[in-house]
């Protein structure tokens, strides 16, 4: 439950905060946009002495491809209706928004508990083949749906699905209306739209017109439930057509069935007027999805779905690999074209642990361990163990919530299984050792025995792995150097494998082990423009870059933040929910070079830790960027998969035949509003002689300049646009690429009249946490002013803290729900603490939605036969209490 402080507006608890709020000194000062608050109470004085206090202040920057609906739940935020066509609100496009809705009575207490927000509504100018999709939050407790309406107000298409996704795709160019429903109760969303379609997440499914699948509650007693089950169906204007007791019943409806009261849709409703459907198939779907909805809140009915058409696959996917938009940068396809590994190569993932149970993770793991030996930070009942599973957290001001799920799932989620995403190496596999706690945090003696497990060394285990371990990831970091773990990192070599660590998230120069440690590969992060993410670290120490991510940004134009895609976890009320997020940080990039290693080790299974590194010098498996050669920025370059496995096959006399193939760094180019040039790199995906024959555009505006390209035409290119002479809206065109073996087509996006500011995420509160005491001892909030977010902390007490910051648009005390925006300094991965010595200024970092992809679209209402993954961890129900998502 949130804690109220006295005179205070609220305690806004981040997901990870157990204990209550404000329990030490310190107050926070909005910067003059603020929202309005009462003055926090004064920090505790030292009779004796003063205590000596400090300031804190820095920038909250937002994403331009991000908006807030204009009338959320929070009372703070000053409410623009957007409830009818007459109102909506305009958004450009592609565009990912939070919002609310509610229907009257429903949710926390707040500006729409009474009356109501059913309806929201946006206008928005849109492609054919765009696909919207809605992520609707709060799925168990409420029901949101997603409607299209042309520019005449005609219903040209919905999403009725009562379920944890509503998709749909445009079919023409044009002005349309979104429309966000609330058909039950009151939940968070996030709406996407963008460029390019998910295979499943967002499949929009095919219903056969008026039948139900229906199952009946009490429906089991052989004597009566026959007659009772043919009564209620008569009462409900059905007629059975199979099925029978205690199963599902194929059920016939009436056409035009009218709803009884106690279940119709809200009659304030727009979605109410079915009327406004021309096209009579729509109408009929409606109808009958519609009616199904109803059934559902009947007490008589356990369960009822539509009766779907079906149709055989020709050729499975996985479903969310369109949003991994990190592969063509590196040519992770061309090199799973050679192989994608090897289940006898296995990667030693230390890290807090795993959701072993995670769909895209099935037969993807080898026995690990649990080397936490701090019962209370492992918060699974008991010290080192047999079993690596990850508790989660939502407590503490630490990223930990599943870190090391969604770390594996990069290195070897489960390919060509039809969900979710695939691994850089989905052919091997991965031992999850556990050294971090619930916190996220962990000590460097636990780490150490972690790796000593892996690699067959003694450890306190007292045993070794049955299977051999060929390469260790270090997705983490914080001790200082140390001889001894140096040299345990030369007993780890010695044995054969090769160790690869993320170099950091503090954007520093200084060394940061165990990436700095002699003998470990350090990965910087890069954006999907190859250039140096904003977080990362440098150095020295810099061996080679790989995508970490920015989910401040829409590169290609998805809807979707450009963070790394993978599996992970999200706590819930009834547990854990397997999900996919996108996170960005060098713990990402870390993982994808793994990844390539175990793709090499699966060609070649010689290759000892020092031909890697001889092979990573000459630059056999980089694309060379920043300065010519190794450089403190990038190492050796960017890793190129591709290269990599082909580097690693040569060395062993063999070579695939030639397979030459005209490949891009992207099929999307999202310019935006303000973006004016980007970069697009054309290359061989094979082998074999390749050359580039013409290059075209489609539109006067977009021209395209060779930057560095060889003398096949392969290589870096420029492109830019020129909106000068373009009229405000939203604007696509193509760059066709021949080739002497095949051709390509490049989609740009550019938006024109918009603001090349930052968005307006509504009121953003930011919480000052102590993470020693476990505790917020400040917050504020703050409003944008058009660009950004000022925030300031004052009267401070020296310590160590982390800033973190979101939003509640659904004003039920927590920050960094779902479907609500969410950050921390420097990067929602593993928040640095600041040490506080001295007043501290342009504490500055990004905030924005963390969005969670469902592993299957999970439907309220369905039976478990429908693929509901849900599952309680070692914590009871009442820790997966709404703490909100967890930071990460």
């Known amino acids: 439950m949130p804690i109220k402080l006295p005179n205070f507006v609220a305690c806004l608890v981040i997901s990870a905060l157990a204990a209550a709020c404000g329990g030490g000194g310190g ?39 991000q908006l807030v609906d204009s009338d959320t739940n929070d009372g703070n935020k000053p409410a623009i209706s957007n409830d009818d066509l007459s109102r909506a ?16 009575g429903a949710g926390a207490s707040g500006r729409s508990t009474i009356s109501g927000d059913i309806d929201d509504f946006f206008k928005v100018d849109l492609l054919a083949g765009q696909r919207i999709t809605l992520l609707v939050a709060d799925f168990e407790q409420a029901d949101a749906d997603l409607y299209l309406i042309d520019s005449d107000g005609v219903q040209i298409e919905n999403s009725l699905n009562s379920g944890e996704v509503e998709s749909l795709l445009v079919p023409e160019d044009g002005t349309y209306f979104v429309v966000i429903n609330a058909y039950e109760g009151a939940t968070n969303y996030i709406l996407a739209i963008g460029n390019t379609p998910i295979q499943a997440h967002q499949r929009g ?9 229906v199952t009946y509650k009490n429906d089991t007693q052989q004597l009566s439930s026959e007659f009772q089950a043919e ?7 059905m007629r059975q057509r199979a099925g029978g007791r205690g199963r599902g019943r194929l059920m016939a409806m009436q056409k035009g069935l009218s709803l009884p009261t106690q279940v119709s849709v809200q009659p304030a409703s727009w979605a109410a007027d079915i009327g406004t459907i021309s096209d009579p198939n729509l109408r009929a779907r409606t109808e009958t999805l519609m009616a199904i909805k109803a059934l559902r809140r009947d007490p008589r009915v356990l369960y009822a779905e539509p009766n779907y058409r079906v149709k055989a696959l020709a050729a499975p996917n996985d479903r969310a690999y369109p949003l991994q938009w990190h592969y063509p940068l590196i040519a992770m396809a061309e090199a799973w074209d050679i192989g994608t590994g090897n289940r006898n190569v296995v990667v030693a993932v230390i890290d807090t642990g795993i959701l072993p149970n995670h769909p895209d993770l099935a037969g993807q793991l080898v026995p690990g361990y649990d080397f936490v030996s701090d019962i209370e930070r492992a918060k699974d009942g008991d010290g080192i163990d047999p079993d690596p599973q990850d508790p989660g957290s939502s407590l503490g001001g630490n990223a930990s919530s599943f870190h090391g799920t969604h770390v594996s799932g990069i290195v070897a989620a489960r390919g060509n299984n039809t969900i979710g995403v695939a691994g850089s190496a989905y052919g091997s596999r991965v031992m999850p050792l556990r050294a ?9 003696y636990d780490i150490e025995q972690a790796l000593r497990y892996a690699s067959g060394l003694p450890n306190d285990s007292g045993t070794v792995p049955q299977t051999a371990v060929q390469i260790i990831n270090l997705s983490l970091g914080g001790a200082p150097y140390s001889q001894a773990t140096q040299a345990l990192y030369n007993e780890v070599r010695a044995a054969g494998i090769t160790v690869v660590a993320a170099a950091g998230n503090e954007a520093s120069s200084l060394p940061f082990f165990p990436a700095s440690y002699d003998g470990v590969i350090s990965v910087s992060a890069v954006d999907g423009q190859r250039r140096l993410a904003n977080y990362s670290n440098i150095g020295s120490d810099i061996d080679v870059s790989a995508p970490g991510g920015d989910n401040g940004i829409d590169f290609n134009g998805d809807g979707y933040p450009d963070g790394v895609l993978s599996t992970d976890g999200s706590i819930s ?25 175990a793709l090499m080790k699966a060609v070649n299974s010689t290759l000892r830790p020092i031909d890697i590194d001889a092979l990573l010098a000459s630059g056999a498996l980089t694309d060379d960027i920043g300065a010519p050669g190794r450089d403190d920025r990038f190492g050796y370059g960017i890793i190129n998969a591709q290269r990599s496995v082909l580097a690693a096959l040569e060395a062993t006399g063999s070579r695939p035949a030639d397979r030459p193939l005209l490949t891009a760094s992207t099929n999307t180019l999202n310019f935006g509003n303000n973006a004016t040039t980007l970069t697009l790199l054309l290359r061989n995906g094979g082998e074999g002689d390749l050359k580039l024959e013409s290059l075209s555009v489609s539109t006067s505006w977009l021209k395209v300049v060779a930057v560095e390209v060889d003398s096949s035409g392969l290589g870096e290119y420029e492109v830019t646009v020129d909106r000068t002479r373009l009229p405000p809206g939203i604007y696509a065109a193509d760059i066709t690429i021949q080739s002497s073996k095949n051709n390509l087509a490049v989609r740009v996006l550019a938006t024109a009249g918009g ?6 995420l509504g009121v953003i509160y930011i919480l000052l946490y102590d993470p020693l005491q476990d505790d917020v001892i400040a917050q504020t909030s703050a409003r944008s002013n058009q660009a950004d977010y000022p925030f300031r902390f004052s009267d401070i007490p020296a310590g160590g803290y982390q800033i973190l910051a979101g939003t509640d648009t659904d004003n039920d005390l927590f920050i960094c729900d779902a479907g609500e925006a969410c950050g921390a300094w420097l990067t929602t991965d593993q928040p640095v603490q600041i040490e506080l010595k001295s007043d501290l200024r342009e504490l500055n970092f990004p905030v924005g939605y963390l969005v969670s992809l469902p592993a299957t679209n999970a439907v309220k ?26 930071v990460d």
């Not at 926090?40 to 202040?57: C, G, K, N, R, Y």
């Not at 209402?861 to 967890?886: E, H, P, V």
């Open 861 to 886: 209402g369905f039976s478990s036969q429908t693929g509901l993954l849900r599952t309680l961890k070692k914590q009871d129900k009442g820790r997966g209490k709404k703490r909100a998502t967890k």
């Open 231 to 237: 009564e209620m169906s008569r009462k409900l204007g």
């Open 436 to 444: 971090l706690g619930a916190d996220g945090e962990g000590t460097s």
């Open 27 to 65: 107050g926070g000062e909005a910067s003059d946009s603020s929202a309005p608050m009462p003055p926090a109470p004064p920090a505790p004085v030292d009779p004796i002495a003063p205590l000596e206090t400090f300031t804190l202040s820095g920038t909250i920057s937002t994403p331009v491809s």
């Open 755 to 760: 603001t090349d500011t930052g968005s307006d």
């Open 205 to 213: 499914y095919n219903v056969i017109p008026w039948e139900a699948v």
């Open 89 to 104: 609100q305009p958004i450009p496009n592609p565009i990912t928004i939070g919002g609310y809705v509610n229907v009257p």
């Open 573 to 597: 009320e009834n547990g854990v929910d397997y999900v996919y997020t996108f996170r960005s940080g060098t713990s990402m990039a870390a993982p994808l070079v793994t990844g390539i290693i």
